[in-house]
């Protein structure tokens, strides 16, 4: 289904075509979107809030100083959690009050609180429309990012012709469905990122980890993400939330990260952004292990696959771009030359983690790409503009080869 998830806050205002709203919400959960209302009072002299309701299968809100609602959701929170802001019908007024940032009544604050994407469907009197305020207010709107579907020119409610007839909710529902559409330079393109330390345990209560926080690798499949690729995220134990709109796989221990690595594959682009343990424990019990009078326990330890080595030096099925990455403490850009080479990866973004840079675990890097080509290095950045700069460069990279 095209919505399938996607959370519609649909602003009904007052006018006429308002009850074309009720059909337009039935349209949006056909293709399996949640459709939570506001109905300004305006609104509720043409349909009433228990129809929208009815048919969203949801509250209805239409009170900013409702004591039910503010306890129980609250206007920050309705601007907050959707994915869309539909206003429909949007009227002269309610235009005219979000052109200049009114709040006073539950519609217009909600519209001034939300940071979320605003698709508006004008409907109004032909000479309203046309008025010079109302296409000023338009022009502000419009330069404010705010996108508008119709009006449509037609016979109008009061027998006049010309535009200011509302979109029907289906054209509504394609203005809806192309906000949600991908796009980007990796639209079409499967990204296996993986992200975080791995656990490899000692016992059952025990383990050997890494100080990685994962902030790094997650930016990255959230970049990946927002430039239209599809993503899975194989992710160590981190504190950070799944990344909206990501498959995220979570592991524990490197060998538990490359099967899920090799069930993720095919891909076009793999981002190896773990810090993966480079030993575990072989004679890891099941048993816990018990202090024994001073003796002290006798860890044998083994090598670890190298995930990265083990898909890039595949003949077949390895992803058209590798990208490994260098957390290194000296010699950063030497290291980061060999490890090219060695692991037969087609890019090395290396970083100094050494005490002191406040890399780890941080929200800034600074880091060198180190490729066939050269090394570049870029200046310190946040590690959400390291993650954008990257996905850009991957784009034209792709683009470069004719993919
Ligand atoms: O050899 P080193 O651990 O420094 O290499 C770092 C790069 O190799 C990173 O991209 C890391 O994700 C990857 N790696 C891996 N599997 C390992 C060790 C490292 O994929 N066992």
């Given at each position: 289904m095209a919505l399938s998830g996607k959370r519609i806050?649909?602003?009904?205002?007052?006018?006429?075509?308002?009850?074309?709203?009720?059909?337009?919400?039935?349209?949006?959960?056909?293709?399996?979107?949640?459709?939570?209302?506001?109905l300004t009072a305006g609104a509720q002299h043409f349909i009433t809030p228990l129809a929208a309701s009815a048919i969203s299968g949801q509250r209805t809100h239409t009170d900013l100083f409702d004591r039910e609602d503010e306890a129980d959701i609250g206007h920050i929170r309705l601007a907050r959690?959707?994915?869309?802001?539909?206003?429909?019908?949007?009227?002269?007024?309610?235009?005219?009050?979000?052109?200049?940032?009114?709040?006073?009544?539950?519609?217009?604050?909600?519209?001034?609180?939300?940071?979320?994407?605003?698709?508006?469907?004008?409907?109004?009197?032909?000479?309203?429309?046309?008025?010079?305020?109302?296409?000023?207010?338009?022009?502000?709107?419009?330069?404010?990012?705010?996108?508008?579907?119709?009006?449509?020119?037609?016979?109008?409610?009061?027998?006049?012709?010309?535009?200011?007839?509302?979109?029907?909710?289906?054209?509504?529902?394609?203005?809806?469905?192309?906000?949600?559409?991908?796009?980007?330079p990796l639209v079409g393109k499967h990204v296996v990122v993986t992200s975080g330390p791995t656990h490899e345990p000692i016992d059952?209560?025990?383990?050997?980890?890494?100080?990685?926080?994962?902030?790094?690798?997650?930016?990255?499949?959230?970049?990946?993400?927002?430039?239209?690729?599809?993503?899975?995220?194989?992710?160590?134990?981190?504190?950070?939330?799944?990344?909206?709109?990501?498959?995220?796989?979570?592991v524990e221990s490197a060998r538990e990260m490359l099967d899920a690595v090799e069930t993720a594959l095919p891909a076009d682009i793999g981002i190896f952004a773990?810090?993966?343990?480079?030993?575990?424990?072989?004679?890891?019990?099941?048993?816990?292990?018990?202090?024994?009078?001073?003796?002290?326990?006798?860890?044998?330890?083994?090598?670890?696959?190298?995930?990265?080595?083990?898909?890039?030096?595949?003949?077949?099925?390895?992803?058209?771009?590798?990208?490994?990455?260098?957390?290194e403490t000296e010699n950063v850009i030497e290291h980061a030359r060999q490890k090219l080479a060695k692991k037969g990866c087609d890019l090395i973004v290396a970083n100094d983690v050494s005490t002191g840079t406040g890399v780890m675990g941080g929200d800034s890097n600074t880091v060198h790409l180190v490729s066939p080509a050269g090394v570049e290095t870029w200046p310190t950045l946040s590690k959400t503009d390291v993650a954008r700069k990257l996905i850009e460069r991957l784009g034209q990279m792709m683009k470069g080869a004719g993919q």
């Open positions: 806050l649909l602003v009904i205002g007052g006018g006429i075509a308002a009850y074309k709203s009720l059909d337009l919400i039935r349209r949006l959960r056909e293709r399996g979107a949640s459709v939570r209302c506001i959690d959707a994915d869309l802001v539909v206003v429909a019908p949007a009227t002269a007024n309610l235009m005219a009050k979000m052109a200049g940032g009114h709040a006073d009544d539950l519609a217009s604050t909600v519209l001034l609180a939300t940071t979320l994407p605003i698709l508006l469907a004008p409907a109004m009197n032909v000479r309203m429309w046309l008025h010079p305020a109302t296409q000023r207010n338009l022009a502000t709107l419009q330069a404010d990012g705010i996108r508008t579907v119709g009006p449509n020119e037609g016979a109008m409610a009061e027998a006049e012709t010309g535009p200011g007839r509302m979109a029907e909710p289906l054209e509504i529902v394609a203005a809806i469905e192309s906000r949600f559409a991908p796009s980007g059952p209560v025990r383990y050997i980890a890494n100080r990685s926080s994962g902030k790094q690798g997650h930016a990255i499949a959230r970049a990946a993400a927002a430039a239209g690729a599809r993503v899975t995220l194989v992710s160590g134990p981190v504190d950070l939330a799944d990344p909206a709109g990501v498959t995220t796989i979570h773990a810090a993966v343990a480079d030993w575990r424990v072989a004679n890891a019990g099941e048993q816990k292990i018990k202090k024994n009078n001073g003796a002290l326990p006798n860890l044998a330890l083994t090598e670890n696959p190298d995930i990265l080595a083990t898909i890039a030096r595949r003949n077949e099925g390895r992803p058209q771009l590798m990208i490994g990455f260098a957390a």
